[in-house]
């Protein structure tokens, strides 16, 4: 009798090794089809939660410490895909180039995107260049001032929403951005305050508004259609910031003094 409870026994634990086996091939075959996780990342001197930087040794930022941190738990080894800005990773959804990604959230991109748990929330507003009289919203929103954002984010859209007179325009990088708001060729500049008080110590006589015209949530995201790969993905992000993986990510990436904001009030 006990020889026959021991077979079951080991048939049974054999049946569940399989069927674990298979569902971490399948997958892997889904959130890593090439054998590496493909993390698409936006490069730019910004910092913050959402832009990396490139380094001597390769890259950096909280993305790419989270990239490399799930494909640890995943086994395989990470690999980073470089666009300029969110709007770029967006236009890749579809194209099979990456495999997973953090990112700012919207509606537009929750039709291209599957998103999981937002792990920052941003307070968007506006620089004005240097010996600029704007000092509120008001000031600013009238025709024949020029604001600038990076093309086809988040915040491109919400300040576009937010301005009724002045004119928006996208461009592709921070750094174009950066100098034309430095050259007094814009007047403002569209961004996340943090990164945009960190932008006003770099060029002398600039000023950030104190008013917020939106709030910008980032969130990790799998391509549409990637159920397997979405709930990893949810379940890692969901640990990450409970578990202080997030909280180190944010520390080794200048943002000591930044708290994890998850939920928008």
Known sequence: MLSRLMRLAGLVLGVVTMAISANADALKDQ?????????????????????????????????????????????????????????QITDAASSNSWDITFLPKDPERETKMTFGPIYEVADATYIVKPGSAIANFAALDQDGVKVAAVNATTTMRGAIAHLKHAKVTGYQTYDEIFNLLKSGEIDAFALSRDQLNAMAKKIPGTRVLDETFKQTVTAVAVPLNHPLAAAFATRFMTDAIANGTLRKAYDNNGLKGSPVRTEVK
């Open 31 to 87: 959130i890593a089809p090439t054998g590496k996780l493909r993390v698409a990342i936006a490069i730019s001197p910004a910092g913050g939660a959402f832009w990396s930087t490139k380094t001597e040794n390769g890259y950096a930022g909280v993305p790419v410490d989270l990239g490399r941190e799930m494909a640890a738990q995943l086994g395989v080894p990470v690999e980073y895909v470089v666009h300029q800005n969110s709007g």
